[in-house]
């Protein structure tokens, strides 16, 4: 089992930035790929990012450019910087992990609020 801790949302003005971090613990040992998902109100969870034990990443198109995702392996960390936020960046952020034997853990998620 995976545990994470995760940190840094909150509430921000259109441009402006944030930086969120999740770290894992339990038996981080296992992971292969990090990440971050995030689901608005009446929308499904879709992907943001994710990056892989090699710092392979991945992004959605709508943040590309915008976000930057990076991982501590030491640390068992994850990290997303974003900038240029929107209004349609405001949602709920949950980490994610998948392990070596495709188990996936969530994160309780993070509030981020893009707003004026």
């Known amino acids: 089992q995976v545990q994470f801790v995760e940190s840094g949302g909150g509430l921000v003005q259109p441009g402006g930035s944030l930086r969120l971090s999740c770290a894992a613990s339990?038996?981080?040992?296992?992971?292969?790929?990090m990440g971050w998902y995030r689901q608005s109100p009446g929308r499904q969870r879709e992907l943001v990012a994710t990056?892989?034990?090699?710092?392979?990443?991945n992004y959605a198109d709508s943040v590309k450019d915008r976000f930057t995702i990076s991982r501590d392996n030491a640390k068992n960390a994850v990290y997303l910087q974003m900038n240029s936020l929107k209004f349609e960046d405001t949602a709920v952020y949950f980490c994610?992990?998948?392990?070596?034997?495709?188990?996936?853990?969530w994160g309780q998620g993070t509030q981020v609020t893009v707003s004026s």
């Open positions: 994610y992990a998948a392990s070596w034997s495709s188990e996936n853990y």
């Open positions: 990056i892989t034990n090699t710092h392979t990443t």
């Open positions: 339990g038996r981080p040992s296992s992971i292969y790929v």
